[in-house]
């Protein structure tokens, strides 16, 4: 266990129907004047006219800009700031999935900081103030609210880039579970599971200490009791309040530690295949938590998660995922070397309790593609 030195959690406003506490949140920062980064769904789900509404009637100007798209890359961030700076806002919102809430923290990068996103990858680059940002998630999944990281595809080629400062971290969350219920099906399936894959993840990389471990076993705790009624498409609103908290908590957790194999390994289908990344990952996750059951004490860590499960952590793993009704992506067997080659490369990779080597990573792969 590695000396813990904690990164604080945003403030969380967590129960249904506490975005009306929005504007009492804003106030808060002293914001006159709130540009809300969203999406065109987020919009049509009516959420951005609610939460402009609250605003309004309390007297504080809102923007929209709704222009964030999956996968945000440098450019779409450019595109935000570019308009953030046209409209001189006081207070950043990033308010939607995972992608509106990195192209908001993105943004705050670029306004008061020179350059592209790519010179600021890695951790506390950015030399000059941001803005207050505030996050409202309307998936339950990245944890990107409780995260001082904006993930940032290259133009291009699309590699993802973690890009982080303490200073992007959301100052203020507001986990409202009536949000999520306007999710598509297939976004609250790939979110979930791409949320216990961060739980999973966290609870075992390299980096996990005492109190990113606290913050993985209660994040996976609450996505068991919740994911399988999620994929089902029958969570009510207590059940999908639960897997917006474990998202957040493990959020929580990767804030204060890191990911793995998985991660490493699902980015490059992601950038070469266009997998979405909660499927990308769901690819991956089985045969690493296989790799990594190899090391007996991640073996014990998996043997205390799933105390509380009807079965040993990999067999409700695979029957968990079978709820989803994936159909396997065709992806041919000779992508294999261009896949390892630039999962290699990956970050997250370094951080997996078993060293990830070519031969190892191949392996996985060959796992998963076959
Ligand atoms: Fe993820």
Partial sequence: MHPTDARPSPRILFG???????PDCLATLGSKHALIVTDFGIVAAGHVA??????????????VFEGSHINPTESDIEACSDFAKSVHPDVLIGFGGGSSMDTAKG????????????????????????????AIPTTAGTGSECQSYAIVSRDGTHEKMACGDPKALALIAILDPELTASQPQSVATLTALDALS????????????AIS??????????????IQDVLAGTADLETRGRMLHGAALAGCAIENSMLGAAHATANPLTARFNIPHGLAVTMMLPHVVRLNHSAPEIAAIYRNLARDLDAPLIDWLEKTICLAHFSKPEIPLTAIPELAEAASHQWTGRFNPVPLDHTTITTLYQAALS
């Fill in 16 to 22: 249904a129907g506490r975005l009306a506490e929005l």
């Fill in 50 to 63: 609610r939460a402009t509404a609250f605003l309004t009637a309390a007297g504080i100007r809102a923007t």
């Fill in 107 to 134: 943004c705050n990068f670029l306004l008061h900081n020179p350059g592209r996103m790519a010179d600021y990858m890695g951790y506390g680059l950015a030399k000059n103030a941001m803005l207050p940002f505030l």
């Fill in 198 to 209: 961060h739980a999973l993840e966290s609870a075992v990389c390299t980096k996990r200490n």
């Fill in 213 to 226: 471990s606290s913050f993985s076993t209660e994040a996976f705790h609450l996505i068991a009791s919740a």
